[in-house]
């Protein structure tokens, strides 16, 4: 595996479920990221971790639970989600996160179905 | 409060030249990317520019003016399979990217 890695690609919960959100990088990065991407909309970040630590949590709801066990991966639990919480969830890693040049890499995202 | 602004839709023809403009109002300045999203997939990185000018990069080129807020994409000879969404992104003061919504680019035949 190279790159971002995410899984599951397709995932459809009703409100009452719990479920995980994986992500793997295989890039040696030290900064990882969670964003929501909806239609037409710019992408939203939701956390950011650099080292394992979070440095950014954008006034994201507690329904959405973030872990980093360690710098290559990453996961978003899930719980008592909304329908409106329906849209594309893209990871992304970058070298770390406090410089200017900070090209991140995405994996190809989750696309999420809240019923 | 922070801000890009791209257009929301672009149409082409296959072979011209076409241009995607960004501007932005952002809390400081270092750095302003550009990114490719083909439908379904992850975006990927096309370019990046920090200093005013033009950096080319084969059939794509991107410009930045500081002074303006104001950058572009070109793409030039037109191919098929550039049909995606263009995303610009600036990186502010705190080192954060923040994005525009995206343009899509229609190529037609």
């Known amino acids: 595996e190279t790159g971002v890695t995410q899984t599951p690609r397709h995932l459809v919960m009703g409100m009452t479920n719990k479920k995980s959100l994986k992500c793997e990088q295989h890039?040696?990065?030290?900064?990882m990221y969670w964003y929501k991407q909806s239609a037409k909309k710019p992408l939203e970040l939701m956390f950011v971790y650099n080292f394992k630590e979070q440095t950014e949590n954008n006034s994201v709801p507690s329904r959405f639970s973030p872990e980093c066990p360690n710098s290559s991966h990453l996961f978003l639990h899930l719980h008592t989600l909304q329908p409106e919480d329906s849209a594309l969830y893209l990871c992304a890693s970058s070298q770390d996160s406090g410089s200017s040049y900070n090209e991140q890499f995405f994996g190809p995202g989750t696309r999420l179905t809240v019923l | 409060g922070q801000n890009i602004d791209q257009p929301t839709e672009m149409t082409a023809t296959e072979g011209a030249i076409v241009q995607i403009n960004c501007t932005y109002q952002t809390s400081g300045f270092n750095g302003l990317f550009w990114y490719q999203q083909h439908a379904g997939e992850a975006p990927t990185f096309l370019s990046y520019n920090v200093l005013d000018g033009l950096e080319e990069k084969g059939r794509f080129s991107s410009f930045l003016s500081r002074s303006k807020g104001y950058s572009y994409l070109l793409l030039k000879e037109l191919q098929m399979k550039d049909s995606a969404s263009y995303l610009c992104?600036?990186?502010?003061?705190?080192?954060?990217?923040?994005w525009g919504a995206g343009t899509k680019l229609i190529i037609k035949p």
């Open positions: 890039l040696g990065h030290n900064a």
């Open positions: 992104a600036v990186v502010d003061s705190n080192y954060q990217l923040i």
